[in-house]
């Protein structure tokens, strides 16, 4: 079992920056590089959305065409955490923000792993 714990959300103005990390662990932490990791994000009254994703070793990352360019995924296999770099952030961000551990995918289903998200705010 893989428990996973975002940190980082906040308010900010758009335009301006904001930084989340998904932290692992568990029993299974010395193993965190046999999980690919994604970012997924839910607005009230929407579906879950695919954010990005970044393979077991970093060298694969993926983006929603709605954050790239903008968002940027990494991952640190050592000390088993996983960041979302978020420059010019739009109202439309808005989100409570989710990692989650499982197969490489853009489709929330195929996620075993989900922490306990956290609220991204971004005001006009």
């Known amino acids: 079992q893989v428990q996973l714990v975002e940190s980082g959300g906040g308010l900010v103005q758009a335009g301006g920056s904001l930084r989340l990390s998904c932290a692992a662990s568990?029993?299974?932490?010395?193993?965190?590089?046999?999980?690919?990791i994604a970012w997924f994000r839910q607005a009230p009254g929407t579906e879950r959305e695919f954010v990005a994703a970044?393979?077991?070793?970093?060298?694969?990352?993926y983006y929603a065409d709605s954050v790239k360019g903008r968002f940027t995924i990494s991952r640190n296999n050592t000390k088993n955490t996983v960041h979302l770099q978020m420059n010019s952030l739009k109202p439309e961000d808005t989100a409570v923000y989710y990692c989650?551990?499982?197969?490489?995918?853009?489709?929330?289903?195929?996620?075993?792993?989900w922490g306990q998200g956290t609220q991204v705010t971004v005001s006009s």
């Open positions: 989650a551990a499982g197969v490489l995918s853009g489709l929330a289903d195929s996620y075993n792993y």
């Open positions: 970044i393979s077991r070793s970093g060298s694969g990352t």
């Open positions: 568990g029993r299974t932490f010395s193993t965190f590089n046999s999980y690919h």
